[in-house]
């Protein structure tokens, strides 16, 4: 534990040295122009944060600290007998922003292995709920109520010297991780499996312990787990979960509060809730045409049907990539390898090939290429977990992994607290006649 402090101080102390030089020599420096259409819409692509963990390329995909998906899956260690990545190297990973050896990812699955346990009101308050509550209401309420456990909170109303805040947010970020599977699988089992809870194997990894909570023994599954919560975990600094939980905690909001608050963003259908959709989605579409094996002739009848009618076909486009998403490459990879002859993965491949040309005969789409959320359901069902609405729940528990690890840089390198400057559209107006500047505080 003091090993991977020590190391990630160590690096954070560098970065810090090297920003500080960056903005004495280059802060007055402008880059680039912010459009009125984006100040409108979102405010798509204009830079406006550093995230140290990954950097999305809009042609090759996500980067973790300057490696693609592929390369990762080569050089980041693996459990024994396995061949997908460890989780727990990647988030080395984005802490130090070295690849971790062997020892390394081992370590780290000890250090949440002693921090995992969940205290007993924790599972009370989630039992308060009602057994209908969506599984991701349930989620965030179990970690606000983990929020009494929070090292961050206690040493601030104590008086903490603002150059300890990365530590407290350093073993905040470690216990909540070290949990999740834990409340996650807690809520899983209590919601569909009539309350039959599992108890933890602490003789497992990080996702192959999360595998076994859930109730799926099979060794394929918890390698799935491992791929999905690697590939799931970051997606640089300006998506809804990620942009929450660096925006609250520029508040000195605690990382219980702060990921709490990101895991609300990533329940929302436009970001997290995207892979329920799709699930969702090929479920009516199987219905709709009475085959489990639709041709591929079906597909594109049923894509161009629910287009007429006004609506998107999920899992398909992204903000910023302009190809086919390397998770979902990742995903396809693993189905052709362990599942080649499943019907419902074999639909998802069918609707890869019908659905980009389709899109792109429209004329005004800027990606008709699949994201990750096209493919992740489909896994799933082939082990069995058909609860659809779960799905968040496990993209929270990976996007964690991220979103933390960035946090801690928050703290680390004194990031302040963001407060962007807003105006009104009479202020525009104005602006636009040449009557006031619309530059403010």
Request: hydrophobic fraction near 40%; glycine fraction near 8%; charged fraction near 25%.
């Amino acid at each position: 534990m003091a090993d991977i402090k020590a190391r990630f101080r160590k690096k954070a102390d560098e970065v810090g040295a090297e920003i500080k030089d960056l903005l004495k020599e280059h802060g007055s420096k402008t880059i680039g122009e912010v459009q009125l259409s984006q100040i409108y819409q979102g405010m798509r692509g204009m830079t406006g944060l550093v995230s140290e963990t990954s950097l999305l390329d809009s042609q090759e995909g996500i980067r973790f600290r300057g490696y693609s998906i592929p390369e990762l899956q080569k050089k980041l260690p693996k459990a024994p007998g396995g061949s997908e990545p460890l989780p727990e190297g990647l988030f080395y990973l984005m802490l130090v922003g070295e690849l971790p050896n062997d020892d390394d990812a081992h370590t780290v699955t000890e250090l949440w292995q002693r921090r995992s346990h969940v205290p007993t009101h924790v599972f009370n308050t989630i039992e308060a709920l009602p057994i209908n509550t969506h599984p991701m209401t349930q989620f965030v309420v179990a970690i606000m109520a983990l929020q009494t456990e929070s090292q961050f909170a206690k040493k601030y109303a104590a008086g903490m010297n603002k150059k300890d805040y990365w530590e407290a947010a350093f073993d905040d970020s470690m216990d909540l991780i070290a949990r999740l599977p834990r409340v996650a699988a807690y809520i899983y089992r209590r919601k569909y499996k009539f309350g039959e809870h599992i108890q933890p194997n602490g003789l497992l990894d990080w996702s192959g312990n999360f595998a076994h909570m859930l109730g799926f023994q099979d060794e394929s599954f918890k390698e799935l787990m491992r791929l999905y919560m690697t590939i799931h975990a970051d997606h640089e600094g300006g998506n809804v979960s990620a942009h929450t939980t660096h925006l609250v905690g520029s508040a000195l909001s605690d990382p219980y509060l702060s990921f709490a608050a990101g895991m609300n963003g990533l329940a929302g259908p436009l970001h997290g809730l995207a892979n329920q959709e799709v699930i969702k989605w090929i479920f009516d579409l199987r219905e709709d045409l009475k085959t489990e094996k639709p041709a591929k002739e079906q597909i594109e009848e049923y894509v161009k049907k629910t287009l007429s009618e006004g609506k998107v076909v999920p899992g398909y486009g992204h903000a910023v990539l302009r190809k086919t998403d390397p998770r979902f490459t990742a995903q396809m990879e693993f189905g052709k390898k362990h599942m080649p002859d499943d019907p419902l993965v074999q639909t998802v491949w069918n609707i890869y090939e019908a659905v980009p040309p389709i899109l792109q005969s429209l004329g005004k789409i800027k990606n008709p290429w699949p994201n990750v959320d096209a493919h992740s359901g489909a896994l799933l069902v082939h082990y069995g977990m058909k609860e659809y609405e779960f799905y968040t729940v496990l993209f929270g528990v990976s996007r964690a992994l991220g979103v933390l690890a960035s946090l801690c840089w928050d703290r680390a390198l004194g990031f302040a607290l963001e407060r962007p400057k807003s105006v009104t559209t009479d202020l525009v107006k104005r602006w636009l006649k040449g009557e006031d500047e619309i530059w403010g505080e």
